[in-house]
């Protein structure tokens, strides 16, 4: 009876163990942040791009 409710219990415990979370993002929203991150990315290229260019002829 003991060995009984002791693989009973094990097998409880292995089940409980096998719970997957599974977390889903909106399609939508995650396309609207990757936009942002590369409009900011871009941005920050161009401003370095326009800093490092030299103005015209300095004597």
Not at 15 to 25: K, P
Request: proline share 3%.
């Amino acid at each position: 009876m003991t060995r009984t409710i002791c693989l009973m219990l094990t097998g409880a415990a292995l089940s409980a163990a096998c719970v997957t979370i599974n977390i889903y993002f909106p399609a939508a929203a995650a396309e609207k942040a990757a936009d942002r991150i590369i409009d900011e990315v871009w941005q920050l290229k161009k401003e370095q791009d326009s800093k490092a260019q030299p103005e015209g002829n300095q004597q």
